[in-house]
């Protein structure tokens, strides 16, 4: 395909973005979302054990200090919903870049 766009007279950057970001799609968004995942897990785990802030330390705070089971329920709802929206997704987006050759 490169050659293709190459005798056509294609720019650097038709290339680029006709060839070569098409066929890495799914892996660009496999690593783009994998790393978000982390992030967000980081995110919790660091808010937990640092004080950091965010949803780690609201889940720190009902459970060693108020002691409400209730909370630590929906905060744990909470995180399990959003890691499960990025997976669906994720896993959406790659069928729909997925190269059929």
């Given at each position: 395909m490169i050659e293709a766009l190459r005798a056509c007279g294609a720019s650097w950057w038709h290339i680029v973005f006709q060839a070569i970001v098409p066929?890495?799609?799914t892996?660009?968004?496999?690593?783009?979302?994998?790393r978000f995942e982390i992030n967000f897990t980081?995110?919790?785990?660091?808010?937990a054990a640092a004080g950091a802030g965010g949803l780690g330390f609201q889940l720190a705070m009902t459970s060693s200090f108020y002691f409400d089971f209730h909370e630590i329920g929906v905060l744990v709802y909470m995180i399990?919903?959003?890691?499960?929206?990025?997976?669906?997704?994720?896993i959406r987006l790659r069928k729909k870049y997925i190269i059929h050759a």
């Open positions: 066929s890495c799609m892996a660009l968004l496999s690593w783009l979302f994998i980081n995110a919790i785990a660091v808010g399990l919903a959003v890691v499960a929206i990025l997976e669906v997704v994720a």
